[in-house]
């Protein structure tokens, strides 16, 4: 199997446009990797996301809400999409988990939980989807592992 990366440096590339390069290429799933920050400093560990257009809490909705202000909100949108992808739901969230308890025990960080929420950059996947919190960078020693090689290989 071949990942594919959605861009190659630090490039800006929207949320939408990420998810189009998924669907054109036909992938078998789609992960998004991102890295945490937080205002209380001591935060730290993974959780991952799978779709829903409503948020499995409110910490999630936080967090999506924040990571979607690149991009404007589209309520109908999500709501079509969750109707057409009821049977991806049910894969994404298996991917996520699997990505959550894979995390854990290769890292050995603390478990923040698999959530759902209405990411944009998941949203419009043909294929099961998930977004990876890897950890905060507003935690210096979770910064400083996140930084090292051997954590991002």
Do not use: K
């Not at 189009?20 to 991952?48: C, D, K, P, Q, Y």
């Not at 109908?76 to 994404?92: C, E, P």
Request: hydrophobic content about 45%.
């Amino acid at each position: 199997m071949l990942a594919r990366l959605t861009r190659e440096g630090d490039d800006t590339v929207s949320l939408s446009d990420r998810t189009a390069l998924a669907n054109r290429l036909h992938a078998v799933v789609f992960l998004s990797i991102h890295a945490n920050a937080s205002l209380a400093r001591g935060a730290h560990g993974a959780e991952t996301y799978y779709m829903s257009v409503d948020a499995s809490d409110a910490q999630a909705a936080q967090a999506a809400a924040r990571e979607n202000a690149s991009g404007p909100a589209d309520n109908v949108r999500l709501i079509l999409w969750d109707l057409a992808h009821v049977a991806n739901l049910n894969n994404s969230a298996r991917l996520a988990r699997g990505i959550q308890e894979r995390l854990n025990a290769l890292q050995g960080i603390r478990d923040r939980g698999i959530r759902q929420a209405p990411f944009v950059v998941l949203t419009g996947c043909t294929m099961p989807a998930a977004l990876v919190e890897v950890g905060f960078l507003s935690n210096a020693e979770e910064a400083g592992r996140l930084a090292t090689g051997d954590t991002r290989t």
